[in-house]
Every structure is written in C-alpha cells, then in structure tokens.
C-alpha cells in the first residue's frame, strides 16, 4: 500500500491511502487491524477519502509500526470488519490495560526500590523528585500558587528531613492518582465521540439539470451542495451563494447565530437554523468531521459543572492557606515536624482530583445507556432542573406519524395534492415530512423530475415554493391562512375533522388558492404516561407541552399522556419566549425537541435534549444527545445526575472531615507525620477511585 503523511505530531498521526477510496467493511478491517497495534489507542478511517487517523503513544517506535503495518496492507486483499461498535470495545479494553499496566509498574517499582542500597535509594527518589519540583518551579514563576507547588513543597520537604521514604510514598500515590485520572478520561473520550456529531447519510448536490440526492461518501472536492434549514453542514466549504444564519456552538461553543453569505467558510458539524446555502466543498468528506469531533470532545474538559469549577476553584485558594497555616504554626510551636502536617496533609490535592474524576465518570456512565451529555454543566443542570418542556410532535408522539388522509378542497385530485406536497416535502428532516413522502410512495406517486424551481423554508412554520412558475405554500393553519393571507372556504376544517378526526392537518395552497389538507396520525409514543410518573418521581415539578397543532389535537395528546399544562398553536419564537420566561422565574428547565423550529427553544433552556430520531440540527444544538427513540432514557439521565451530586456532595464532606482530622492529629503529634501524610494520599486515591465506580445498578 502507498501513502502519504498528511500530519504527524506526538501521539497523533495522519495518512492518506494511495487508493483514493475503500468500502466501510473494508475501512472498519483497516481500523480494526490497526486497533490490535501495540501502542495504537484508536484508529479511524474514511471511506470516501481513504483517510487514516491514528492516535497513539508517542513513541518512534510505535510509529514506524504503524506505518509498517498500512505499508504492509494488501491492495487487492485488503481487510474487512462489518461494525464499528467492535473498535469502540476493543479501544475501551486497550485502555484498560493500558491503566493496569501502568499501575502494575508503579507498584512493582514501588516494591523493587527498597531492595536497593540506601544511598542509591535516596538517589534515585531525589532524581524522580525533580519532575514534581519543576512542575512546582513553573507554576511559581508565574505568580501562582497551585495544587503543584504544595505537592512540590511536600516531596522537597520530605527529602530535606531526611525522610526520603515519605516522598517515595507521596510520589507513588500521585502517581497513582494521576494514572487513574488519565484513564478515566481517556475511557470517556472514547466512549462520547461515537455520539457527539449529528452525521448526514445523504446531501444534495446540485447539477445542471437538477438537484439529486446523494450518498455523503460520494461527494468530492468541488462538487455543490444544497444546505436547508434544519440541517447540518456536511463537509468544511466555501458559500457561493445564498444567505443563512448558522449555529456554529458545534465548533466555537458561542451560542449567536452567525450570517454566512457568498464567500464564507461553513464547517462540519454546524448547522443551518434558517435560510439556504450553496456551498462548495473544499475539504473532501471525513476530515472536516473527524477534526469536529475531536474537537468536540476536548471542548468536554471546558464544560464544567458549577460544582466541579468550585472545587478546583477552592483547592487553588487553599493552597496559600496551607502555606500561611505551616508558617503560622511554625512561628508559634518551633516545630517544623507539626508545620508540615498542613503542607504534607492538605485539601487541595482531593478536591482538585475527586470531583472531576466522579463528573467524567458519570459522563463515561451515561454512555452506556445511549445519553451523551457534552459536558459536566449539563449533568449538573439535569439534577437541579425542576420543569420538563416536551415539543408534542416527533417526541412525545411517535417520530414516525403516517398520512392518514388527503381532503381535497375542490377540484384538484387527492393524487395531485400529495404527489406535489412530497415533492416540496422530501427536502426537509422532519417527521410529519417523511410522513408525507412517505405516503406518497406508498401510493406509488412519483414525483421525479422535481417540479418546483425552488423551495425554501420559512422558519415561521411552513415552506414555500415555485411550482412551475406558481407559487406554492404548505404549512400549519395559521401560515397559510393567516400569514399568507389564503382564504379557507367556509366549514373545510370541520369537514376535515369529520374525515379523519383526531389528526394533526398540514394545508397546501397554490397561487393563492387552498388545494385541500393531508392528515398525519401522531400517536403517543409507548410508555410516555409512565415517564412522566417517573420523573415526577425524581422531583421534577411541572411537565408542559408545546405544540403548535390545534387546540383539539393537543388536548387530546395532553390527556393521553397525563400532562396537566400545555400550550396550543405556539409559534416557534412563541416556544423560545415561554421557556425564557420560565428561566426568568427561577425554574431550570429541561427542553425536549426534535425539529427545526424546536431549536430556539433548546438553546433557551438550562439543558436541552434530542432523541436519536430528531433532526439533525435537534441533535447538533441539544447539550444532551439520546442515541435511542426512547423517552424512559431521561428518567436514566436525570436519576444518574441526582446520584452523582449527591456524590459530588458526600465526598467533599468527607474529604474536609478525614484531611482535618489528620491535620489535628499531626499537629498535636498524636501521630508521626509519615502516617498522617501516608494516609492522607492513600484516602485521596480511594475516594477518587470510589468516583468512577457505577452510579446505577
């Protein structure tokens, strides 16, 4: 196989395969052989582009084994693996054993070094020793006073009393700590990237003729896509025309919709809130998104919980504490054995480690149950939410409500009537518009070649479009009637109500002219009243449902599902305005949603949350991504944030007990230094590691 080095830095290596391309089985075969490497963490490749990203040790010799191995692969033989859920699996156990082994050395080292002389001994902790005080030396020059230089302080004291087997142990024990913290991150780092970017299948690409829809892995440099609202840049390109607001937070964290317009640059994995773009790709498809996710995931370390930034907030500030009480008790008792029990016993080093290491492990945890937060703050606003607001159509209801009916409002044929709205319809990721194509195909109603010249969504609630020179509109009752101005012929919606009672109604209208409704069932999804029992359950207050159907419909939806408040014919601003007004109350609110005009709304809330059937953008925006069409997963999510703060909580009293404890007792030589300082460590690692064990049964 011939290749190219596209990037190579420490731990990170890129190729491209000669080839150009490979199928999936034969790019999960390549990641998989890969995966096996000693020294390779994870691996992933490209289809479309033969694109080759390996993170791994940073080590040359595990390099030239994974160039030997990609140098090596057969071109006409190549491998072949059917799932990506294996690399995940086989990633995650490499981790583990990874950990083991790297704690397996510092026990065995630990064990080997009292069978060395003592002045060698002493040597070798002194010459370990020096990594901690340089790390101490940096912060300091920096006019910080941190969690290192305390730790410095407390292993360059220990050597200077001649006590070296205090430091060997103080060492030892950070070194566990930070051995089991590296994992734990790694572990969730790998377990979120599979959830964390709404991936596309298919774009459209525009030609000469006609837009036609496309496989993503077909796309190449230069090609053109068609971008609507609601969905999500596929590939990094350039605009060549059009005009959209984009929801870059993806990418940038920043929540303000960004305009893009001919001659900007769209990245993968931000998404189209409103309007419509062109764009040219200029980075071919996998690249731009391996680098989105990447980037994703090392955005999770800065999205903390309010709780975790506190801790670590506070183990900072205590540090200067620890260093006035040594200098105090030393001035007062001449004693520097009772000093350095503040210096060698502190709070710090646990506050700084417990709570981070019980935040990514709730994360890692929720993994494992379909939900992935993208980030600590977000686990912490679930726990103090007390209002849930569900969107009614696509998450309490089905995401995949069926036509029911077609009522026509004169003479046009209830044939025509569908075949035109799937025509509009099949460009926008919604459930009631697959409902609608879907109808359509049931009814064996083509409708290729397009019709209309252009189609373009009206964030309002509806698409408009040109149909062979006349201009179409299809949306809710209060789009056509009220903001277009169509004039609804005297009894048309009861005579609908009478044909298919029960149903929510979609209208079209052409030139001005209403050509009759289609009716979508929308059935609750199974176990919604049992959910809401739930999560009453676990404190959460009030359950509201928005909707923008009809009175009659969300009545009926409401009582189905044993909602006590709900909204009838809210607008989208409308939806984004109550759950504001919520905020403003004092309420942390939870937003549910699944489509396009769902999105101010989830941006509003606290914590907002997709289901896996959601749209894309629903997906992109949401702080919390549920990878199942299960609603029961939110009682999961909201369970498992209420454990890990009352966690949170419970080993920070713990923490500031014991660390107390043994300072008094240092203090007042009740006991040795050693044992007080011996115990402090061995208490930080046990509390850090009895965060990462399960929060659920």
């Known amino acids: 196989m011939r290749y190219t080095v596209a990037s190579d830095t420490p731990g990170r290596l890129r190729l491209r395969l000669s080839l150009g391309f490979v199928s ?88 080997l070094r009292r069978l060395l002389p003592a002045p060698i001994r002493t040597v070798v902790t002194v010459v370990r ?28 004291a220990s050597i200077l009393r001649g006590t070296p087997a205090e430091a060997d142990t103080i060492m030892l024990l950070l070194g566990l700590s930070d051995a089991m913290e590296r994992h734990v991150r790694s572990r969730t780092r790998l377990s979120l990237e599979q959830g964390l970017v709404a991936r596309a299948s298919h774009v459209w690409r525009v030609t000469d003729e006609e837009d036609e829809l496309v496989a993503l892995d077909r796309v190449l440099v230069g090609d053109l896509l068609r971008l609507r609202a609601g ?11 059009g005009v959209a607001a984009l929801n870059e937070a993806s990418m940038t964290g920043e929540a303000e919709l960004v305009r893009k317009e001919a001659g900007s640059t769209v990245f993968a994995g931000t998404a189209i809130e409103d309007g419509e773009l062109v764009v040219r790709v200029t980075v071919p498809p996998g690249a731009s998104r391996i680098d989105a996710i990447a980037t994703m995931v090392e955005r999770t370390a800065e999205l903390k919980s309010s709780s975790q930034s506190k801790a670590e907030s506070l183990a900072d500030k205590l540090v200067p504490v620890a260093f006035a009480s040594f200098l105090g008790i030393l001035a007062v008792t001449r004693n520097v054995g009772k000093a350095l029990a503040v210096l060698m016993v502190d709070y710090s080093c646990a506050l700084r ?25 977000y686990l912490e606003a679930l726990a103090e939410a007390d209002t849930i607001v569900f969107d009614k159509t696509g998450t309490l209801t089905q995401a995949s409500p069926r036509l029911a009916a077609v009522v026509s409002a004169g003479d046009t044929s209830e044939e025509t009537i569908l075949r035109l709205a799937a025509c509009i319809e099949e460009h926008f990721p919604h459930a009631v518009a697959h409902a609608i194509v879907d109808g359509a195909a049931e009814h064996s109603l083509t409708h290729e070649p397009e019709l209309h010249a252009q189609v ?14 006349e201009h179409a509109v299809l949306g809710s009752a209060h789009f056509v009637f009220e903001d ?48 809401l029992d739930a999560l009453r359950g676990l404190r959460i207050e009030h359950v509201v449902m928005l909707t923008g159907d009809s009175e009659r419909a969300a009545r009926a939806t409401a009582a189905a599902a044993g909602i006590d408040e709900y909204r009838a014919q809210v607008l989208p601003e409308d939806k984004s305005a109550f759950v504001e007004a919520l ?24 914590v907002s949350v997709a289901l896996a059937d959601a749209s894309d953008i629903a997906r992109t925006v949401a702080d919390v991504s549920i990878r199942s069409d299960s609603l029961d997963k939110l009682v ?55 965060n990462t064990r399960p929060l659920l049964r």
């Open 231 to 241: 969905s999500v840049v596929p590939v990094d390109g350039c605009v060549k025309s």
């Open 583 to 606: 905020e403003a109350g004092g309420h942390r609110v939870v937003m549910v949603g699944d489509g396009i005009n769902d999105s101010p709304a989830l941006a509003a809330a606290s």
């Open 353 to 377: 480690l417990s709570t981070p290491i019980a935040v990514m492990s709730a994360m890692r945890e929720a993994t494992e149950y379909d939900v992935v937060v993208k980030g600590g703050k």
């Open 636 to 690: 999961v999510a909201r369970d498992l944030s209420l454990r890990l703060q009352r966690r949170i909580d419970a080993r920070y009293r713990l923490i500031v007990g014991l660390n107390t404890a043994l300072i008094v007792l240092g203090v007042a030589s009740l006991i040795p230094l050693t044992t007080a300082a011996t115990l402090h460590n061995l208490s930080t690692v046990a509390i850090a590691a009895s």
């Open 129 to 156: 020793a020096l990594r901690y005080v340089r790390d101490g030396l940096h912060q300091l020059l920096r006019g910080r006073l941190t969690v290192e230089v305390l730790d410095a302080t407390a292993i360059a």
């Open 484 to 531: 277009e101005g169509v004039p609804l012929p005297d009894g048309f919606e009861e005579h609908v109500d009478e044909v298919s009672p029960g149903t929510g109604h979609v209208y079209l209208a052409r030139d001005g002219v209403l050509l009759g409704a289609l009716c979508v069932e929308d059935p609750l999804r199974e176990g919604v009243r049992a959910t």
């Open 24 to 111: 999936e089985r034969e790019a999960y075969g390549i990641e998989s052989l890969l995966c096996t490497l000693d020294g390779v963490r994870d691996a992933n490749v490209h289809a479309a582009n033969a694109s080759v990203l390996v993170h791994c040790d940073a080590s040359p010799l595990v390099r030239m084994t994974v160039l030997n191995a990609v140098r090596d692969l057969d071109v006409l033989c190549l491998p072949v693996a059917d799932a990506p859920a294996e690399r995940l699996e086989h990633a995650l156990a490499k981790e583990d054993d990874r950990f083991q082994l790297e704690v397996g050395q510092l026990l065995v080292w630990s064990a």
């Open 456 to 469: 373009r969504y009206i964030v309002a609630h509806g698409i408009a479009a040109e149909v062979g020179g």
